[in-house]
């Protein structure tokens, strides 16, 4: 399995942007895909998750209804629309592919990641 994350730029504060993530190889459709972020200086925390057919999502409390996660299991591609970004949301974004769960070491497949800068 390969992912491919990209997306990622430079915007201004209560801007909007959204990442996308490609997979090649294995069965997409049948896996739970999932978006982290690291901060410089930080360890790497769970954003947001969504299941095999999209009918369940997870979010970190404190992007509840900023960020959106959706998938097109036809596209292979799972996106996240980010909205109203602050510059503490500066980070690099790294998709992965696993078991629903918010937990890092559930996921076995990451992309490269892409970076996000929310200048001030």
């Not at 190889?25 to 925390?45: C, D, H, I, L, N």
């Not at 970004?85 to 592919?97: H, I, S």
Request: aromatic share 12%.
């Amino acid at each position: 399995v390969q992912l491919q994350a990209y997306g990622g730029g430079l915007v201004q504060a209560r801007g909007s942007l959204r990442l996308s993530c490609a997979a090649s190889g294995g069965t997409f459709s049948a896996y739970s895909m999932s978006w982290f972020r690291q901060s410089p200086g930080k360890e790497r925390e769970f954003v947001a998750a969504i299941s095999w057919s999209g009918g369940t999502t997870l979010y970190a409390d404190s992007l509840k209804g900023r960020f959106t996660i959706s998938r097109d299991n036809a596209k292979n591609t799972v996106y996240l629309q980010m909205n109203s970004l602050r510059p503490e949301d500066t980070a690099v974004y790294y998709c992965a592919q696993g078991p629903l769960s918010i937990t890092i070491g559930s996921y076995n497949y990451w992309g490269q990641g892409t970076h996000v800068t929310v200048s001030s």
